[in-house]
């Protein structure tokens, strides 16, 4: 047994009904590690209401390497919460946090602790989508692209705090526990990496692997966990994202009154809402300017390249849109007004994305700098939430 004075790594499992998978699980964690020299602990901290909590006890009372158990009967904070009660137990600062049910592969560990080990790092991740990195082991292809377009979205809402991120959704990270403030988090959900990050600027690595299948038992994954995900985000960046569907609805009435001042002045419809359209984007962009990326417009190249991006955008995005729905209409049999506000919702998600990510996208020397310096604190976004710092 390795001595808890000796840990260098202590590995989290948060586990729900994973009781078919714990003895893989720790077989191949004590494999690698030994084969790798690190001394390391397994904390399993389980919420489940199978047998997993007496099949963690039995691989323990077996095992090579200290296999330790937290059983919750009051879970709270979902899996997020449960991750957090880990940090409290680990003996070693650096906690590694991985799922139970071997889509994160062991191997990968050392791997992970290696690039820690080079102390440039707070946060190491193991990303599906850097490098050799591949998502094969999601489900489906709904799974992958709900995985993708989650990632894209989380990416957006936080441009600077995940510039150096290409999986903030993943679930298989190490960390320096030393580097977070535990007082700060407030776990919803099951994706508390997204909750470390947005909450504290931090210095991040990134390792690829690939995701695996799940090696038994069943996903967890479902609708009720989306949910989970929206409303984490939304509390996390509502800021920004409210004041941004504010302007956008500021510019809807705008451009209706410009139609109807400019049709009562005699000039003719269709003129009249294109020239209402443009005057709308151009109005919405400066408000967008001044009060939601005010604060990322010094690190996000010319106003001028800023603008003719947005104005660029947003008519390719009203050209597509309107012969949508006009499909959606006439071939569909959808209603005007429910394809109307269907397109209108999408686009707003779509033009928030481009906005967040192409618009005004922190140059990566500004950021770099801003790591390296440390010497102003990157606040990304207009907060309704100020703990959200």
């Not at 991740?125 to 989650?150: E, F, H, I, M, P």
């Not at 009154?257 to 294109?274: D, K, N, Q």
């Not at 991006?309 to 995005?317: D, G, H, R, Y």
């Amino acid at each position: 047994m390795v001595s808890a004075a000796r840990v260098e790594l202590s590995i989290i499992v948060p586990t729900y009904n994973e009781a078919p998978n714990v003895a893989e699980l720790v077989g191949r964690v004590e494999r690698v590690l030994a084969e790798a020299g690190i001394s390391g602990e397994l904390i399993f901290v389980d919420d489940s209401s199978d047998d997993t909590p007496d099949v963690v006890r039995a691989v323990a009372a077996r095992s090579g390497m200290p296999v330790r158990l937290l059983h919750r009967d009051r879970p709270s904070g979902g899996l997020g919460g449960a991750v957090l009660a880990g940090f409290e137990l680990a003996a070693s600062d650096w906690c590694l946090v991985m799922d139970g049910d071997l889509q994160h592969p062991p191997e990968i560990i050392p791997e992970l602790f290696a690039r820690a080990s080079q102390g440039d790092a707070d946060v190491v991740l193991a990303s599906r989508y850097v490098g050799d990195g591949r998502a094969d082991g999601l489900s489906s292809w709904v799974r992958t692209l709900v995985s993708k377009a989650s990632t894209l979205v989380t990416k957006a809402m936080f441009p600077v705090r995940l510039r150096d991120c290409s999986d903030p959704m993943t679930g298989f990270f190490l960390v320096n526990r030393t580097a977070i403030d535990a007082s700060s988090l407030q776990p919803r959900g099951f994706k508390i990496l997204l909750e470390i990050l947005a909450r504290r600027q931090s210095r991040v690595a990134e390792v690829p692997f690939e995701f695996a299948e799940r090696f038994g038992g069943e996903s967890k994954a479902s609708v009720l966990q989306g949910v989970h995900f929206l409303v984490q985000l939304g509390m996390l960046r509502f800021g920004r994202m409210s004041a941004f569907a504010l302007i956008g609805a500021l510019g809807a009435v705008a451009n209706l009154a410009l139609v109807f001042l400019l049709t009562l002045w005699g000039i003719e419809y269709v003129w009249a809402a294109i020239i209402a359209a443009e005057l709308t984007i151009v109005g919405n962009f400066l408000l967008l300017e001044h009060f939601v990326f005010a604060d990322m417009r010094a690190s996000a190249g010319a106003f001028r390249s800023r603008l003719l991006k947005s104005f660029a955008f947003n008519n390719a995005e009203a050209a597509i849109r309107i012969p949508v729905v006009a499909l959606m209409v006439e071939s569909g049999h959808v209603s005007a007004v429910v394809a109307t506000a269907v397109t209108l919702v999408v686009a707003f998600v779509i033009r928030f994305v481009f906005h967040s990510l192409v618009v005004y996208a922190p140059e990566r020397a500004v950021a770099s700098a801003a790591f390296a310096g440390r010497s102003r604190v990157e606040n990304d976004a207009v907060l309704a939430d100020p703990k959200v710092l």
